[in-house]
């Protein structure tokens, strides 16, 4: 190997690449709507890859030594590696993201327990692979060697590590019996092999392998003792051999390096690669000398890269200075637990100056993506010199975390007292079989109802109106008169195109946790911490930082008007309390348990208030069940209890002839079909297009005997549904399950959807259904 520079004293593993301003998504919708052509794409593209390199120089890290990572990618890192190995030709990068009139769109599912979506790898055991594409290189060169005659930056790439990238794909349509992605492991290692010998010869110091599979048994399931651990030796055996290579950091975030048996920290100490960044945040530190580690790096990964709290910097400088003695590491440095793309830009980017209601102290207690650099330098320049040279910065944090604790509203009394005071009464619901013939006898619908999951097309218009409002340029009867139009043409369209059970469409939200954060006491929201959940779509999480309660009804005025207008039923819409923690930036001062029954609480009051003014269906969703699913299968049950306990205790109240839909999409549901069982609601709508209909039987072969709505419609892809299409779906459901419990609906909201396109869809969905329905 030729000499190259040690590892840096600090860096981060990831950053988020949407933009400061969300550069990112304008600049993709843009070329999609065809405004602007590839090459200014790309032209855009690439200035803000350099930007963002600059600026993290800016806050502190090293420009020449590979301290910035270059994590950028167009849409999704893990589309990114297929295209790099040609599984998916570059030409058709959007294709296989979006879908278009010749192929639906990739699978796209959770990114580990995170609210980040992935697009999901088809591979078979004739699927070409390759060196085929070398944008990490061309990346790497254009911060190194930049155009526009500026400063350089040296960067570390950033791609997903073979291991990882082969447990997260699936067997490809046709494979044969029995095949597994794993089984290509040699041919992706040796596209693999060429990649680092590119990165090499263009003067990469380091590059970033990133392994987030080996923490997770949920990703290594079905997988014999021993076997990822053999995976792993092999793999990273045949990458330090090759000649001329960039040094190998191999970052495993989201858990603790050890799966199963396998102890796959002593596994990559054994091998040649020169540094491993673990996560010290939801993962722990060895507690004796690891064998091999003498001569490799640690990466300590004590910044949190998935929430947004202000780290306890002396407490963290302390367990980094031990390290080194504890785990025997040639070295210590300090890093993020995972990339920063799970967090806001900036807080300095937000106004707090308490004019929108939010307490000007939470700024303080705040770190977002530039904070936790600096949080991150800091702890590397204490490292190095010592905890008196950074004695202000330690002192600062330490002040912040005090006046949190302190803080009115962090600890509510009667709040914390009504969550102890629950039993099991308040999450048991009459028997099924009695609410499913009370329910019968007030709904009266027909075999295989229509409906939608609950979000209409969010039109410019209804944006601007709501928009307006916020800020005080429309008085509040402007407002309302704005959303109650929307809502009556929302109700005449679904009426007019025959849908079963209507939605009101939701016009006066912003999004689907947010709406909620606004109204509950114990969240505050942001006016542009934007984060990325896949491609051009960004999320503002709100903060929960205070004990939960509702001051008053939140749903009631909007869903009581749609109904007043059809003799149809119209779903009341709520946001269920594990998916409202998952989809926010959650307290880390107490037990997720104990917040979700604080939300559980405030829901059931909302649950209550829309019964008794007559609501006769109820959904609650709760997409994100799955994803705050523990990594590791011995943490599970406990989350498993108490996530479906608090969505019981949220509909607990309702009585036998409401009907209690739920929603949940984009996860593997296989992992948690008991648990949605368990949430014994009434009717349970869930994705099913991109996984072609997998999840039905296995319903069904699990004991699921309740209503299921299998979505026949990916809201994800502009592509419109052919009736045809729809038709095939539902006639595979209706097969795999008993017909009477089977609904006809999309797979998620319509939010982000056209009008043309939606109406286009749902006429489809209805004709399918009555296709469908007439052969029962």
């Not at 407490?315 to 920063?340: K, N």
Request: aromatic share 6%; charged share 20%.
């Amino acid at each position: 190997m030729p000499s190259t520079p040690a590892f840096p004293g600090g860096t981060i593993l990831g950053y988020p690449r949407i933009g400061r301003r969300r550069e990112l998504k304008r600049a993709l919708e843009a070329h999609w709507s065809g405004r602007t052509s590839a090459a200014e794409l790309a032209e855009t593209l690439a200035a803000l890859r350099l930007a963002t390199a600059r600026h993290l120089v800016a806050l502190g890290l090293d420009a020449g030594d590979g301290s910035v990572p270059g994590s950028f990618s167009p849409y999704d890192h893990v589309l990114d590696a297929a295209v790099l190995l040609g599984i998916e030709p570059a030409d058709r990068y959007f294709a296989a993201a979006r879908g278009d009139a010749t192929r639906p769109p990739l699978e796209m599912t959770k990114w580990f327990d995170t609210n980040y979506h992935y697009l999901v790898p088809e591979i078979g055991p004739g699927t070409p692979v390759s060196f085929a594409d070398d944008a990490p290189v061309r990346w790497f060169t254009e911060a190194a060697q930049p155009a526009d005659g500026g400063a350089p930056v040296v960067t570390r790439p950033v791609v997903v590590g073979p291991v990882t990238f082969l447990l997260l794909a699936t067997a490809a349509p046709g494979a044969p019996e029995g095949f597994r992605p794993l089984d290509r492991l040699d041919d992706v290692v040796t596209a693999y092999g060429e990649l680092l010998a590119a990165l090499g010869a263009a003067g990469a110091p380091w590059v970033q392998l990133d392994e987030p599979a080996l923490v997770a048994d949920t990703a290594t399931a079905g997988l014999a003792p021993g076997e990822l651990a053999a995976a792993v030796e092999r793999a990273y055996g045949s990458l330090t051999a090759v000649a001329g290579r960039p040094q190998i950091l191999v970052a495993a975030p989201y858990g603790d390096l050890r799966t199963g048996d396998d102890d796959l920290l002593a596994v990559l100490a054994a091998s040649d690669v020169e540094a491993i960044a673990v996560d010290l945040v939801r993962g722990e530190a060895p507690s004796r000398p690891v064998p091999g580690l003498a001569t490799t790096t640690l990466v300590a990964g004590l910044i949190d890269g998935h929430n947004i709290w202000r780290a306890d910097l002396a407490a963290h400088l302390d367990q980094a200075a031990a390290l080194a003695a504890t785990t025997g590491a040639g070295a210590v440095t300090v890093g993020t637990s995972t990339s920063l793309l799970h967090v806001p830009h900036d807080v300095d980017d937000e106004t707090w100056d308490g004019t929108d209601g939010r307490d000007p102290r939470l700024a303080a207690w705040l770190a977002f993506a530039d904070q936790k650099v600096t949080e991150v330098v800091t702890l590397a320049n204490g490292l190095r010199h010592g905890a008196d040279a950074v004695g202000a910065q330690l002192a600062a944090a330490s002040a912040a975390l005090a006046d949190r604790a302190a803080a009115a509203g962090v600890v509510v009394p009667a709040v914390r007292d009504r969550a102890a005071a629950l039993g099991d009464d308040d999450a048991t619901r009459a028997p099924y079989a009695e609410r499913a013939a009370a329910q019968a006898d007030r709904l009266r619908l027909p075999a295989l109802p229509t409906t939608t999951i609950g979000s209409f097309p969010q039109t410019p218009q209804i944006r601007a109106a709501r928009n307006a409002w916020a800020r005080g340029a429309a008085t509040d009867a402007e407002y309302r008169t704005a959303m109650r139009d929307e809502i009556a043409a929302v109700i005449t369209l679904q009426e007019e195109l025959g849908l079963d059970v209507l939605v009101h469409g939701e016009p006066e939200r912003n999004d689907m946790v947010q709406y909620f954060a606004e109204q509950l006491d114990g969240f505050a929201v942001t006016a542009g911490g934007w984060v990325q959940s896949y491609g051009s779509r960004c999320v503002r999480p709100p903060i929960l930082w205070g004990d939960v309660s509702r001051p008053a009804p939140m749903t009631v005025e909007w869903t009581s008007y749609a109904q007043s207008l059809t003799t149809r039923p119209v779903k009341g819409m709520l946001t269920g309390p594990v998916t409202i923690l998952a989809w926010s930036f959650v307290r880390d001062d107490l037990p997720l348990a104990d917040v979700a029954a604080q939300v559980a609480l405030a829901l059931r009051d909302e649950v209550g208030d829309l019964t008794a003014a007559g609501t006769a269906v109820v959904q609650v969703d709760e997409p994100a069940l799955r994803e705050l699913l523990p990594l590791r299968r011995a943490d599970q049950p406990a989350y498993l209890a108490w996530s479906v306990r608090a969505f019981r205790v949220a509909t607990g109240g309702a009585g036998p002839d409401v009907q209690v839909h739920t929603h949940l999409c984009y996860s593997d549901f296989g992992e948690v079909i008991d648990a949605i069982d368990g949430l014994d609601a009434d009717v349970t709508s869930l994705e099913a297009a991109r996984s072609r209909m997998e999840i039905v039987p296995e319903l069904h072969e699990a004991g699921y005997a309740r209503g299921i709505g299998p979505g026949v419609w990916d809201i994800h892809s502009p592509r419109v549904p052919t009736t045809a299409e729809v038709t095939e779906q539902l006639t595979l459901a209706v097969r795999a399950v008993d017909p009477a419990l089977v609904w006809a609906n999309p797979d998620c909201g319509l939010k982000t959807r056209g009008y043309e396109e939606t109406t286009a869809s749902l006429r489809n969905l209805v004709a399918a259904a009555h296709a469908v329905r007439a052969t029962l």
